[in-house]
């Protein structure tokens, strides 16, 4: 990731701007812009469409099919994808409250940013502040694959092996 910036000249002149206070904020259409090109394979052209780069990354690389329908076994680890753009987003809107909040920080008499005014936080039912990445973010894998999961198929993880019992010794006396 460093070396994608520092070897890049655009990255390092409009990743970071100045606001009208001084503080340097992330452009939001440069981050999205450098996530494509961090998470872009190698045998992908770079200058490929954001969808193009994020339809790659959610597939195996030994298991790539030409077919519309991908199925589940032929997907990578959800880790791995390149997130939506909607959450590239707002990931950019949060690291940007953390730069307002510390700027706070210097004098007790500034006035904290308003965190839930952006559209990254959210707060439940339960009123706890929690992060929100999107509509997008929360991609349901079967809509992606076009097959539904069968519960016959599922592992059952942690289920109860039957153990052999051994008769103990008894102790004569």
């Given at each position: 990731?460093?070396?994608?910036?520092?070897?890049?000249?655009?990255?390092?002149?409009?990743?970071?701007?100045?606001?009208?206070?001084?503080?340097?904020?992330?452009?939001?259409?440069?981050?999205?812009?450098?996530?494509?090109?961090?998470?872009?394979?190698?045998?992908?052209?770079?200058?490929?469409?954001f969808d193009d780069v994020r339809k790659?990354?959610?597939?195996?690389?030994?298991?790539?099919?030409?077919?519309?329908?991908?199925?589940?076994?032929?997907?990578?680890?959800?880790?791995?994808?390149?997130?939506?753009?909607?959450?590239?987003?707002?990931?950019?809107?949060?690291?940007?409250?953390?730069?307002?909040?510390?700027?706070?920080?210097?004098?007790?008499?500034?006035?904290?940013?308003?965190?839930?005014?952006?559209?990254?936080?959210?707060?439940?039912?339960?009123?706890?502040?929690?992060?929100?990445?999107?509509?997008?973010?929360?991609?349901?894998?079967?809509?992606?694959?076009?097959?539904?999961?069968?519960?016959?198929?599922?592992?059952?993880?942690?289920?109860?092996?039957?153990?052999?019992?051994?008769?103990?010794?008894?102790?004569?006396?």
């Amino acid at each position: 990731m460093l070396n994608l910036f520092l070897n890049n000249d655009f990255f390092r002149t409009n990743l970071l701007r100045k606001d009208n206070r001084n503080i340097y904020q992330i452009d939001t259409p440069t981050f999205k812009i450098f996530m494509k090109k961090l998470y872009c394979p190698k045998t992908m052209n770079s200058e490929s469409s954001f969808d193009d780069v994020r339809k790659a990354t959610m597939l195996s690389k030994h298991k790539k099919q030409n077919t519309e329908l991908v199925y589940s076994r032929s997907l990578r680890s959800g880790q791995l994808w390149l997130p939506p753009e909607s959450a590239i987003e707002r990931i950019a809107d949060i690291i940007n409250m953390q730069t307002d909040y510390l700027y706070t920080t210097g004098n007790p008499m500034d006035l904290l940013p308003n965190f839930l005014g952006k559209d990254c936080l959210r707060k439940t039912e339960d009123n706890e502040v929690e992060y929100y990445f999107g509509p997008d973010s929360k991609g349901n894998v079967s809509e992606i694959s076009g097959q539904k999961r069968r519960m016959e198929n599922t592992p059952q993880k942690g289920r109860r092996k039957k153990r052999m019992t051994t008769s103990t010794p008894v102790k004569s006396k």
